[in-house]
């Protein structure tokens, strides 16, 4: 089944959304598979978003996210890469639709609450970076045949 990698940015943890963040995605149908409350090394910011390197907000970009704990997940379900996606909205707040994480609680684009994969290969790689292969748990919901 598709893999995702989603985190709780340090604004979103600070302003008391993760419950609400990880609610949405239960409740969509998605099942979790892994989680945790963490503190990002430079490094590991700097490699996550490593293809933002040339970028003039690259430095914000590194210190934002290694302000305080994010919420980091595995989530699973079908197409849920592209699904998370869209349930997240667009980049930019201002943009995103209402009803999406950051239409609904965002204001600016440099703290727009969620952090999500764009695509196959990034989850895999953002998965390897934040995650051990036993720290995600492989389960059965009975409730799966009604999704
Ligand atoms: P992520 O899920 O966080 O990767 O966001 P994204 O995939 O929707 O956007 P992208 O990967 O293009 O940019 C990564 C992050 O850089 C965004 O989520 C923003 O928080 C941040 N960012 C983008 N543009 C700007 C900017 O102009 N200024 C600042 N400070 N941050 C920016
Ligand atoms: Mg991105």
Same mark, same amino acid.
């Given at each position: 089944?598709?893999?995702?990698?989603?985190?709780?940015?340090?604004?979103?943890?600070?302003?008391?959304?993760?419950?609400?963040?990880?609610?949405?995605?239960?409740?969509?149908?998605?099942?979790?598979?892994?989680?945790?409350?963490?503190?990002?090394?430079?490094?590991?910011?700097?490699?996550?978003?490593?293809?933002?390197?040339?970028?003039?907000?690259?430095?914000?970009?590194?210190?934002?996210?290694?302000?305080?704990? !994010?919420?980091?997940?595995?989530?699973? &379900?079908? =197409?849920?890469?592209?699904? %998370?996606?869209?349930?997240? +909205?667009?980049?930019?707040?201002?943009?995103?639709?209402?009803?999406?994480?950051?239409?609904?609680?965002?204001?600016? !684009?440099?703290?727009?609450?969620?952090? &999500?994969? =764009?695509?196959?290969?990034? %989850?895999?790689?953002?998965? +390897?970076?934040?995650?051990?292969?036993?720290?995600?748990?492989?389960?059965?919901?009975?409730?799966?045949?009604?999704?």
């Amino acid at each position: 089944m598709e893999k995702t990698f989603l985190m709780v940015k340090p604004d979103g943890v600070q302003r008391a959304l993760i419950g609400e963040i990880v609610s949405r995605f239960e409740k969509k149908g998605f099942q979790l598979v892994g989680a945790k409350l963490m503190n990002i090394s430079e490094d590991l910011a700097k490699e996550h978003y490593g293809e933002h390197k040339e970028r003039p907000f690259f430095g914000e970009l590194v210190d934002f996210i290694t302000s305080g704990p !994010v919420f980091a997940m595995v989530w699973e &379900g079908k =197409d849920v890469i592209l699904t %998370a996606r869209n349930m997240m +909205g667009k980049t930019n707040p201002s943009e995103a639709a209402p009803g999406s994480i950051r239409g609904d609680y965002a204001v600016q !684009v440099s703290n727009n609450i969620i952090h &999500g994969s =764009d695509s196959a290969e990034s %989850a895999v790689r953002e998965i +390897g970076l934040f995650f051990k292969e036993e720290e995600l748990v492989s389960y059965d919901k009975a409730v799966a045949v009604w999704i």
